[in-house]
Structure formats: C-alpha cells, structure tokens
C-alpha cells in the first residue's frame, strides 16, 4: 500500500516518509498541492498524509480537491496550529483523522495504518458491491477446465504459458463453451490473483451507461448522476478486467479503450482528471472479429490491441469425448448444490449424449444434467428421460442434426462413441433398454423421430398410462397429451394400448 506525504518543509517530508517506510509501507512524497493531484492521478495511493498549513495551496483546499477526484481516499491532517475549529472543519470537509504536531512516530503509523485499512474496506466493498450488481458471483475455488481430450489438454497447456504474463487476452469461441472459466483460470493462476477479478457485459448495456461503468463518472456529469461512481477500471486497478462480448461495443467507445490499453489512463464522465490505471484485459467474443474489422464494426488498431495472446475455446462437438466426464461432473456439482446423492446417467444415455451436436456447448450440456438430475426418476438416468430434452434444445428450424447421430457404445473406463460415415451401409443403432427394446436408428434421422420412437416404447413399456410415461419421460401430463395430439399415429397407438 503507497501513501502519499505533502509538506512544504523537506525535512518534515523525509522524516515522515522515512517513518512510514521502517513501517513497511510504500512512501511518495510531495512539496505542494498541485503536485500531490498529479501523484494521486499517477500513482492512486492507499492514504494520504498532509500538513494543513501550506503556501498556495492549504491543507483544507488539497482535501476538497482530493474528494472531487476520489471521495473514498483517506486524508490525515497534520498541523501545529491545532484548535478545535480547525479539527472540526477538517472532518466536515471529509478528512479521516487529525494529528497535531510534534507526534510520536507510533501516533503516525496508527492513524495512517487506520486509514490504510479503511480504504482496504471501501475498495472491498465497492468491488462485491459491482459483482452483485453485475450478477456475477465468483466461486471460492479455482476453476477448472475438465476434460480429457487431446484439444482441451492444449488449451490448458497454452493457459498456463498465457497467465504468468501480463499481456491482453482475447478469447474467442461459440457461446456456452466456457470463455469466462478460461478467463477465470488465467487470472486465478497469475500474478495478479490476490486482486480483483471484474466482469462486465458490454452488451447489455446502452452506450453511455456502458461508457459509465467502465471510466466511472462525476457527481452531475448527467442525470441521474447524484454521487460519484468508480468504473471497473478504477475498481479493478492492480487486477484483471474481463470484458464479455467485446464485439457489442460502440464505436465511440472503442476509441476510449483503445487509449485505455495503450496509455493506461483514462478519465471518468464528466471528469478532466486523467486517472491512471494498471488492470489486465481479458476480453471474450463469440463472433469473427476479423469480419467485423472489415465490416467496418470494429476498430483495427483496438482489434491489434486486443489480440495480443489469442485463445480459442473449441465446441463441444468437436471434442465429445469430453461429454461423458462433464456429464459426471456436472452430476455431482448439482448433487453436492442440492445436498442429495449424485446420480449417474446408464451407458445409453451417455452415448445419446454424447452423440448429439450441442449447439448450446458446455452451457447446454450443464442445463441438462441438471434438469435430469432433479426430474429424471430413479437413481439412474436413462436415455428416455432426456431424449425429449435433447430435441427441445435443438432450435425449431432445424429438422435433423447437423451431423449424423451414430452412438454404437460407451466404455466408462474407455470413453469412446464409434460412429461410421454417411454411406449406403446399414446405419447402425442406439438400442434402449425401453420395454419392447425398439431400436432406433441414429443416422440421418431427425431428433423428432427419435423422440416419438422413445415415447412410443415408454407407453407400450406402462400400457398406456400417460402419467407413468410422462414421469418416467421427465416431463409433464400435459406436454405429453400435446404430442400424442401432434402425432396422430402416436394418438392411434396410445388409443390402442
């Protein structure tokens, strides 16, 4: 922690400087108040210590302009013209402490440590205060990248060259593939993981609010505007800034960061203050910035400075042979949140899952362990009860998987789903253990048929009985009476049962 001493008389300077130092705390000094703006702006101290009587500019003065740039930095007085007038002043106009002169060295370090800590608070609580607001909630633990294929192995790989450095990050991949976990990891395992960690969305927010919760803004800079707000750049100083979805940020903004991450300094709204900062950037896109520099959207120069350590997250579907361990995984993170035993999903349900395209990633496949995990019955979880799910995933539009279902078998010491290409050989099956052991053909067939195969071999399975079906199904009476109407041949099958 730095603290700031301002004293006209040098020798008082260096002796306060040297006593903080014998402290253990990092020491600036300065010999006026313009001076002691500039270092406040360059190098955001903890605390500041300053002597009240001084020429140009008082003590007072430098306090009052000390609160219009940062109204949470402590100030300590000192003075030898102590009165009661003057104290009470002092404190009215925001000062933490007042100490008069001649003090012992143990009465400075107390109110300076005092004050230290304070602003330790402060900034602790406007970070917790962002992150609420942000709805982003941070785990106590590290996170982690689970997954053992070859893909996932090189990325953790090149995570780990990555962290120790302090250059910018852009993370790129499909949406729920888990761009924020690898942004998590990077800072979690850098030099800068005893600080904060701030996210925020740059699309969901409007132009100027977006400007504001990035640089801050002054007290009045706009409507609405009644206090002044630190910006993550202030809050996150000395820690890691993710910006999400980096590609939704307006063209006027993106001159503003551009400054940020060549200049480190910046300047809240309303504000001609230039505060400086030292914060990592961590930014994350799901969509092809290069197209969008050519576009014309996105600025080049801002797309260099942000390309510095590229990373790519791959899909799901092109390292499924994580599916199975994730699914695991994500089982037990459900069981151990509800407090319950974890489930386990029987090998046909793996393979199913494992076969299926995941246009949602990692998101998705989290969504559904955990629908099954709280609604599928019985302590396994069968491939009938999450077919339907799979399906309703799937965006309407799309009529069959964009690549064939072909899940033969899955070895959970193995992890392995064999598939064959599209040829005019037999397509091979995903056989369910449904009753009547229909098998299903899994290749160039839609998710539609599959599902009405699985809920014709759940009612033969319970004769009929639609609210056996449903709860084995995981779904509701309702929902399955509105299929069976859909499919009239499933109506005339149901009616014969």
Same mark, same amino acid.
């Given at each position: 922690m730095r603290v700031l001493v301002v004293d006209d008389k040098e020798l008082m300077r260096d002796s306060v400087t040297a006593t903080l130092t014998r402290a253990g705390l990092q020491a600036a000094a300065a010999a006026d108040g313009p001076t002691a703006l500039r270092l406040i702006a360059d190098q955001r101290p903890a605390a500041v210590i300053t002597d009240l009587q001084m020429p140009g500019m008082t003590g007072l003065e430098l306090l009052a302009e000390i609160k219009r740039i940062d109204e949470q930095l402590p100030v300590v007085l000192m003075t030898a013209y102590a009165t009661v007038q003057t104290a009470v002043a002092a404190m009215k106009s925001g000062a933490f402490d007042y100490i008069m002169k001649p003090f012992e060295g143990d009465q400075l370090i107390a109110a300076i440590n005092r004050a230290v800590e304070h602003a330790r608070l402060l900034r602790e609580n406007a970070v917790l205060r962002t992150r609420i607001e942000s709805a982003r909630p941070r785990g106590s633990g590290k996170p982690s990248l689970v997954g053992p294929s070859a893909v996932m192995q090189s990325l953790r790989e090149q995570i780990g060259r990555i962290a120790p450095s302090q250059g910018t990050v852009l993370i790129s991949g499909e949406s729920g593939v888990g761009k924020e976990v690898v942004a998590q990891l990077i800072h979690a395992t850098s030099a800068r993981s005893g600080a904060a960690m701030l996210t925020l969305n740059c699309a969901a927010l409007s132009h100027s609010?977006?400007?504001?919760? +990035? *640089?801050?803004?002054? @007290? $009045?800079? *706009? %409507? $609405?505007?009644?206090? +002044?707000? @630190?910006?993550? *750049?202030?809050?996150?100083?000395? $820690? %890691? +800034?993710? =910006?999400?979805?980096?590609?939704?940020? !307006?063209? #006027?903004? #993106?001159? @503003?960061? =551009? /400054?940020? +991450?060549q200049e480190r300094a910046f300047e809240r709204v309303g504000s001609s203050v230039t505060q400086r900062t030292d914060v990592r950037v961590i930014a994350t896109t799901n969509r092809n910035l290069d197209e969008a520099v050519r576009r014309g959207a996105f600025r080049q120069d801002l797309f260099f400075r942000l390309n510095v350590l590229p990373i790519h997250v791959p899909p799901l579907r092109d390292r499924r042979e994580d599916v199975p361990v994730l699914a695991e995984y994500f089982l037990g993170l459900v069981a151990s949140?509800?407090? /319950? !035993?974890? /489930? /386990? *999903?029987?090998?046909q349900a793996v393979a199913l899952l494992t076969a299926y395209e995941w246009p949602g990633n990692v998101r998705e496949l989290f969504n559904i362990c955990e629908r099954a995990s709280i609604l599928a019955p019985g302590s396994t979880i069968s491939a009938a009860a999450i077919a339907p799910w799979l399906h309703a995933a799937m965006p309407p539009s799309i009529e069959s998987p964009p690549r064939a279902l072909a899940a033969l078998s899955y070895d959970k010491e193995s992890p392995h789903v064999s598939s064959a290409p599209c040829s005019d050989a037999p397509a091979p099956q995903v056989v369910l253990p449904l009753g009547e052991q229909i098998a299903i053909r899994a290749v160039d067939r839609p998710l539609e048929d599959i599902e009405r195969d699985v809920i014709v071999a759940t009612l033969h399975r319970h004769k009929g009985h639609r609210q056996r079906t449903a709860a084995e199904l995981g779904i509701g009476v309702r929902t399955l009476g509105l299929k069976l109407r859909k499919w009239k041949d499933l109506s005339l099958v149901a009616a014969d049962l």
């Open positions: 609010l977006l400007e504001s919760e +990035l *640089f801050g803004h002054e @007290k $009045g800079a *706009f %409507t $609405g505007a009644d206090r +002044l707000r @630190k910006g993550r *750049f202030e809050l996150a100083d000395g $820690g %890691t +800034l993710l =910006l999400d979805e980096i590609s939704e940020i !307006p063209p #006027q903004v #993106q001159a @503003k960061l =551009l /400054r940020v +991450l949140r509800e407090g /319950r !035993p974890p /489930r /386990r *999903f029987d090998q």
